[in-house]
């Protein structure tokens, strides 16, 4: 089992920034990369930004160009640093564990695995 716990919300002004932290316990032996993913009521999960083992990152369209996602491996703990924040950005975010799969051109994948922190409240306020 891998547990996850985010932490590093919060209500923050249109065009603040905020960074959220995610620090991995347990077996995490198996993974080999780990992603943001947050949610707004009714809506679908939506993967936001994931970072390999090795540090190479992918960033989707929902925030592409507005936030970084770093990883301290020593820590055991990924973060999430998300710029010129919006109202539209406010969610839930959580921390997901998965697998990277590279291809032969070395562009890789994220596959989530089914561990999950409880995510962390982040509110945007114009």
Known sequence: QVQLVESGGGLVQAGGSLRLSCAASGSISSVTAM???????GKERDLVA???IRGDTNYYDSVKGRCTISRDNAKNTVYLQV????????????CNAGVAYY?????WDYYAMDYWGKGTQVTVSS
Do not use: C, H, M
């Not at 919006?86 to 969610?91: G, L, S």
């Not at 291809?103 to 562009?107: G, I, K, V, W």
């Open 103 to 107: 291809n032969a051109t070395l562009a």
């Open 50 to 52: 994931a970072i390999s």
């Open 35 to 41: 992603a943001w993913y947050r949610q707004v009521p």
């Open 83 to 94: 710029d010129s924040l919006k109202p539209e950005d406010t969610a839930i975010y959580f």
